[in-house]
């Protein structure tokens, strides 16, 4: 029983600790479907979305598929400009795919983040869990 317990503790003490994310942001076009809709799946992992950075074009729908590789670690992802029609707030269960779906209304370059935390420790936005979604015309 001590060693389950000590085996949980190092496993979240290394959740804890990893280090923040230094990848550059790796710009994506996303493509319009056949059905008139930008898809992208992006790939959430611990303080990481792959890709972090989207092109996408103005008042075309866009359905992004999130999938978590994390096996404990929830997560969620935040995107906040009303004034691009941009307001989301998405739950992303641990080893689980989700959906949202949307239609940018302004361009510009909007950020997205996972505002998850843990009691007294950073946030995942703070250890570098954020991205960019580019709208043009």
Not at 9 to 33: C, D, K, N, R
Not at 34 to 44: K, L
Request: glycine share 8%.
């Amino acid at each position: 029983m001590k060693l389950a317990a000590s085996l949980i503790g190092f496993m979240w003490i290394g959740l804890l600790a990893a280090p923040a994310s230094t990848a550059e942001p790796q710009a994506v076009i996303v493509p319009v479907g056949p059905d008139g809709v930008q898809r992208m799946e992006i790939t959430v992992d611990s303080y990481s979305f792959t890709p972090n950075r989207l092109i996408v074009k103005e008042n075309i729908p866009v359905e992004l598929i999130l999938k978590s590789i994390s096996w404990i670690v929830p997560h969620n992802f935040v995107l906040k400009s009303p004034e691009a029609g941009l307001d989301i707030e998405q739950e992303i269960p641990a080893g689980e795919t989700v959906s949202v779906r949307f239609t940018p209304t302004g361009t510009g370059a909007f950020r997205f983040a996972c505002t998850k935390r843990l009691l007294f420790f950073q946030s995942h936005e703070d250890h570098g869990m954020v991205g960019t979604l580019e709208v043009g015309k």
